[in-house]
């Protein structure tokens, strides 16, 4: 169980009288301030001050637009990151640099980090007998780099891409000079790297440029041999002289073909006309002739002449019937020449038949020819391909290398950082600050003080006061008369709960006092109860099985002890397993509310059986309404629930009843505390249990009686009366 806090009912804090001791006491809170912080000045005065200057560096590409590679974009920049800034951090606090800065500013010599390089004459002494190390120039110059490094801080701004270096030394010129060599040994450092870098990737061009300069010849010379042996000569528009001819050779066969099909067109057209009777001079190629054009001319000035003399002449005269006999001439003529006309047309078509055939044989040869260059072209692009391949390379690293060797002449080696703030002289040390940090020292001892006043005061106990309007548990509740057997009779008690006097009232059973053998009047005490609930709390048991041989009149005692631990602050719940719902009427002021039994035959859930007590804070698992006997048979659960309900609670209270030793066996385990309810140590049930319990060696039971504390005690089974 874990231990809960007493709430010192009897007792509590008065406030006036703790703050009260602080006004008694101001004398010598103050002069015990004064003093620490009088201290604390002279101290800090004979500390020596330190001073810090501090560099910061930008990281960033330093490139510009017309130093820029050639083949490198705008976008193609190394992108600067955290872990790559982290790295710059690295760098800058290595131990190159830190060397470096030593060497040019010989701080060797300085007293300041020289003096942890100075062995002491034990070292010395230790050294010499090859116990320690001997103090060498190395092993010096080993421990002025960690003087250096122990004074260095170096760190990144979050979120952007600075860097601080930052120097502390008792010199200030020394603090500001040693950051910004740091910074200039960086610098030189990032370029003397990229220098390496530009030198190695000229060394490297240089002979592979030589070694592709005779690749490159070597593709070209196999790229012109293959060609001439493959008369693969070159046309226009780069293509195959072969493929070339056979494209125009194509083009003429085709036109060969139109011309000779419009020349049969025609052809036909005019025998078709000559054939029928129709006039020939109507045609098209036929009108087109020259002398047909003349001879139509003529006949049409034969006919005209004709129609003017026939106005005036008869059709029988002889100049008429000249014009006529001229005018048949003329007509056969013109027919003469149409059949001429045809002859022509079919002698071009012949002449195009031929050149249609010549050509075709021409173009099955340049075919055969193409045929033989596509395939041999093939080869060729291929040795084309590697020769341009071998070309571009070799211009690329010869751009390059023109590239690099100007920039390594040049000695350009842009750093892609750049110092954008210089360390200047620190004017005020940062350490020691005398006057925050005295008047931090005046406040840190007044509170000191005055925290050690209160404490003194609260535990010594004069800062303490009883609570007013509180009956403790002890005050005696007398029976004028006394009775063989007790009566559990209620009474209201009333539990001061703040200083207001706000009380909360509950329902408990009080047993009524009892006489002995020697018929003396006992009183009841309830220090008893307390006492039995300290046992509990500083036993740290997370179980109690109580006994209550005498029934219900001894279970009051069970209610009043679950009380009592709840208002001292501990989670406590009560298991009714007595058979009788009496605890559950005096708790919940109902005997019906399911419980124990309920649970045990999985008719209810822990949700419905787990009540709050209607005058406390403790919670309890009555009785419940299924038969206890049939409940019992599965009593196999009964660890499983328990132990479920240690694990929510600080202490599980089982209230067994009349339990006999064998059926407690099953609830007592480890860590479990027993305890035995009496309330007439004469009653014979009382007897047989308490000798029960000791022949079944059971742990030794705590006596709970209403006639104050320890007032019995169990020796070897029996009751026995303490003195």
């Excluded at 330190?50 to 490139?63: D, G, H, M």
């Excluded at 390594?408 to 703030?421: E, H, L, N, V």
């Excluded at 208002?567 to 919940?588: F, N, W």
């Excluded at 014979?684 to 308490?690: E, G, K, R």
Aim: overall charge negative; charged content about 25%; glycine content about 4%.
């Amino acid at each position: 169980m874990a231990q809960a806090k007493s709430t010192g009912a009897d007792v509590d804090i008065d406030m006036g009288a703790l703050f009260a001791s602080l006004w008694q006491n101001k004398r010598r809170i103050l002069l015990g301030t004064l003093l620490i912080t009088v201290l604390t000045f002279i101290a800090l005065s004979m500390v020596s001050p330190k001073y810090r200057a501090e560099t910061r560096i930008l990281i960033e590409a330093r490139e510009s637009v017309f130093t820029r590679p050639s083949n490198q974009q705008v976008d193609d920049r190394p992108v600067v990151d955290q872990e790559a800034i982290k790295s710059q951090v690295e760098l800058i606090a290595s131990s190159d640099v830190l060397r470096n800065v030593i060497t040019k500013l010989d701080l060797a010599k300085n007293a300041e980090l020289a003096a942890s390089a100075e062995p002491s004459a034990l070292s010395k002494l230790l050294g010499a007998v090859g116990v320690g190390r001997n103090m060498n120039a190395e092993t010096r110059e080993d421990y002025i780099l960690q003087a250096l490094r122990e004074r260095l801080l170096v760190y990144s701004v979050q979120e952007s891409r600075v860097i601080v270096v930052q120097f502390s030394s008792k010199d200030a010129d020394l603090s500001a000079s040693v950051a910004n060599a740091i910074a200039d040994e960086y610098m030189a450092m990032q370029q003397a790297a990229k220098s390496e870098i530009n030198t190695d990737a000229t060394g490297w061009l240089q002979p592979e440029i030589a070694d592709l300069s005779k690749r490159v010849k070597e593709a070209e010379a196999k790229v012109a041999a293959y060609r001439s042996s493959s008369d693969l000569l070159i046309g226009q528009n780069n293509a195959v002289l072969a493929t070339q001819q056979l494209s125009e050779l194509s083009s003429e066969l085709s036109r060969v073909r139109a011309n000779k099909a419009a020349s049969e067109a025609r052809a036909a057209s005019v025998r078709a006309a000559l054939q029928s009777g129709v006039q020939a001079e109507t045609l098209p190629d036929v009108i087109a002739s020259p002398l047909i054009q003349r001879l139509r001319e003529r006949q049409v000035q034969l006919n005209n002449d004709i129609a003017d003399l026939s106005a005036s002449l008869l059709g029988g005269h002889p100049r008429i019937r000249a014009l006529r006999s001229q005018l048949a001439d003329l007509n056969n003529q013109i027919r003469l020449e149409a059949r001429k006309v045809l002859a022509s047309l079919e002698n071009e078509a012949e002449t195009a038949r031929l050149r249609e055939a010549e050509l075709n044989s021409s173009l099955n040869q340049l075919k055969a020819q193409s045929s033989r260059a596509g395939e041999e072209e093939v080869e060729l692009r291929a040795l084309e391909r590697e020769a341009t391949a071998q070309r571009q390379l070799l211009e690329s690293y010869l751009t390059r290398y023109r590239e690099a060797s100007s920039r390594t002449d040049r000695g350009y080696m842009p750093a892609d950082a750049r110092i954008f703030s210089r360390a200047d002289r620190p004017i005020e040390p940062y350490f020691p600050k005398k006057l925050p940090m005295t008047l931090a020292a005046f406040i840190a001892s007044l509170l000191i003080f005055s925290i050690a006043t209160l404490l003194h005061a609260l535990f010594s106990g004069r800062a303490l006061r009883p609570v007013s309007g509180y009956q403790t548990a002890s005050s005696p509740l007398v029976r004028p008369a006394a009775m063989p057997e007790l009566e559990a009779e209620p009474v209201e008690t009333a539990l001061a709960r703040d200083e207001a006097g706000e009380a909360t009232t509950f329902q408990t059973f009080t047993p009524a006092p009892i006489q002995s053998d020697s018929e003396r009047p006992l009183e009841t005490d309830h220090a008893g109860i307390a006492n039995i609930a300290d046992r509990l709390m500083a036993s740290g048991a997370a179980r109690a099985v109580v006994i209550s041989p005498e029934g219900d009149e001894a279970s009051a005692l069970t209610i009043l002890l679950v009380r009592e631990l709840a208002d001292r602050g501990v989670r406590v719940i009560l298991v009714d397993m007595t058979g009788s719902p009496e605890i559950g009427r005096s708790m919940l002021d109902d005997g019906n509310l399911p419980g124990i039994t309920d649970l045990l035959v999985s008719e209810k859930h822990f949700s419905d059986v787990i009540h709050l007590d209607h005058y406390s804070q403790a919670e309890i698992i009555p009785l419940g309404n299924h038969d206890p006997v049939k409940a019992m048979q599965s009593a196999g659960r009964l660890p499983m629930i328990l132990a479920a309900l240690q694990s929510a609670y600080d202490l599980v209270v089982v209230d067994s009843g009349p339990a006999t030793a064998a059926e407690l066996k099953h609830l007592v385990v480890e860590g479990t505390e027993l305890i035995l309810n009496v309330v007439n140590p004469d009653d014979a049930d009382v007897t047989v249990t308490a000798k029960a319990v000791y022949d079944a060696r059971l742990p030794q039971p705590d006596i709970l009686t209403p006639f104050g504390p320890d007032a019995w005690t169990l020796e070897a089974g029996k009751l026995v009366r303490r003195a």
